[in-house]
């Protein structure tokens, strides 16, 4: 109860319900598109950096090699289980499914950095190399939903082979990975020498640009949610919820399976049940031009990030601590 309550009272998750709330009262705040990209490349860099400068004290072993490769077959396999109950539980077809179940698989790197921020503020610690965990999981979700998609014929528009060159340069080459694992690899050569020189800049006020980030992130989860909410049906909307619930609980089996302390069981746990509107829209425009935006971006940005940001890391950071007890 007492971390449920300072994650809700947090200022972060305060500005993105302040966000969320005007939205939905269709006031007439808005950030500009520029400003919020710039904000988020900033929050990229900064944990980029930071993970970075922790992998470089030797926190690379082979135990981090296992939750790594672990981490993409989870990546692999939560869209093929996503794709299943969207099938079995709504009326969506093959190719809104295996588009919106592409998002189920990938991450959310905002829910990644809030997330971080409750696990430092739950008194844990975790491991600088989740941040690499976090850009691996980006692309095997694509290459997932992507093959079950072709498996029922479901791709509206073949990609010809100049169109997948340019999907490929999409999904391995978008910005959160680029910009992710660029600043690991600077962190990690210039090391706690490098890191103390931007401390003023990457550092200090990573909780301020983290708060405005989250109020345009309310802001957009509001919009998508009233713009959208008409086209899901309740079991699309349920799903929504219940698929970060069932992801978290095969990250809590995986992160118990390789022996992973509170604070990174916390981080992976997070990871497999947050869902991306970044790197995956972007990709499903592409791959599966029919694929319906309303659907997959509503139900990721409108209604599983606000569950997760509000409710759902006070619960993985609880079940992480069940994992790393021995309990679970």
């Known amino acids: ?42 929050l990229m860099m900064s944990i980029g950096l930071k993970g970075g400068v922790e992998i470089s004290k030797g926190q690379l072993g082979w135990d981090a090699g296992l939750v790594m490769m672990s981490a993409v077959g989870l990546s692999f396999l939560l869209p093929v289980i996503a794709f299943a109950l969207l099938r079995l539980t709504t009326r969506l077809d093959r190719i809104d499914a295996a588009a919106a179940a592409a998002h189920y698989g990938s991450i959310s790197i905002v829910t990644f950095v809030a997330a971080g921020q409750a696990v430092a503020a739950a008194g844990l610690e975790a491991a600088g190399y989740l941040v690499a965990v976090a850009a691996l999981m980006e692309v095997p979700a694509i290459i997932s939903a992507l093959v079950i998609a072709n498996r029922g014929g479901a791709r509206s528009e073949a ?42 800049f990457f550092v200090t006020p990573f909780q301020g640009v983290l708060c405005l980030f989250l109020l345009d992130m309310g802001l957009s989860a509001g919009r998508g949610l009233r713009n959208g909410w008409r086209q899901l049906g309740p079991g699309t909307i349920a799903f929504g919820v219940y698929m970060p619930l069932v992801s978290a609980l095969l990250a809590a089996g995986v992160a118990a399976l390789n022996g992973m302390p509170a604070g990174d069981a916390a981080l992976l746990i997070t990871l497999a049940a947050s869902a991306s509107y970044i790197a995956v829209p972007a990709a499903m425009r592409l791959a599966m031009p029919k694929a ?26 609880w079940l992480a601590k069940m994992v790393s007890a021995g309990v679970a």
């Open 1 to 42: 109860m007492d971390i449920a309550l300072a994650t809700l009272l947090s200022p972060i998750v305060l500005f993105f319900l302040l966000g969320l709330g005007a939205a939905l009262l269709r006031s007439q705040m808005t950030i500009p598109e520029a400003f919020a990209k710039g904000l988020a490349i900033y």
């Open 159 to 200: 990609v010809a082979g100049s169109d997948k060159g340019e999907l490929a340069r999409e999904v391995l080459l978008n910005a959160s990975v680029v910009v992710l694992l660029g600043a690991l690899v600077i962190g990690w050569i210039t090391g706690e020498a490098g890191m103390q020189a931007v401390v003023p």
């Open 292 to 317: 319906r935006p309303s659907i997959y971006l509503t139900l990721s940005l409108g209604i599983t990030f606000p569950f997760n940001l509000i409710l759902g890391l006070p619960l993985y950071i």
